[in-house]
């Protein structure tokens, strides 16, 4: 799967959102080691701060499912925005636990093109929490 068609998968996710308080939709597609894709958006809450991410909505699909290697996710926020998304500290530490390898492809389309940019989880999240041992 190219970037692009993980990216184009991301802006249909975005459709999902469910967004009342920020009205900023985020979605996000999420491509495992055995080449299936899961998508997310963001669901917010009253009470702002359990509002869940677009990024962790896609990992959780995917974990539910028994998956556990990834090879790459998709980011995209906003409609027509001139921005990349980038993801929290929250979703980079709870997608690095599986990988940091992972490729993070931030996005953004507006009416005149796709812009991307990409870096490994290694790089947006240096020196991670890892858990060793029980
Ligand atoms: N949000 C995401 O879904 N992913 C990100 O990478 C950054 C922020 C959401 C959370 C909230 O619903 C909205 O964007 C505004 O912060």
Redesign the pocket.
């Known amino acids: 799967m190219t970037n692009d068609e993980l990216i184009n998968l991301a802006i249909e996710a975005r459709e999902h959102a469910y967004?009342p308080y920020?009205h900023?939709k985020?979605g996000a597609a999420l491509l495992t080691s055995t080449g299936k894709v899961y998508q997310g958006a963001?669901m917010?809450c009253s009470s702002y701060g359990m509002?869940v991410?677009?990024?962790r909505v896609a990992l959780l699909k995917a974990l539910y499912e028994g998956e556990r290697k990834f090879e790459k996710i998709a980011?995209v926020?906003g409609e027509n925005r001139l921005d990349y998304?980038?993801?929290?500290g929250a979703?980079r530490q709870f997608l690095a636990d599986f990988g940091v390898d992972v490729e993070v492809i931030m996005a953004y389309e507006n009416d005149e093109e796709i812009a991307s940019k990409v870096f490994t989880l290694k790089e947006l999240l240096p020196e991670h929490f890892e858990k060793i041992g029980g």
Not at 85 to 88: A, D, E, V
């Open positions: 967004t920020s900023f985020v963001n917010e509002t991410c677009a990024e980011i926020g998304t980038t993801p929290c979703c």
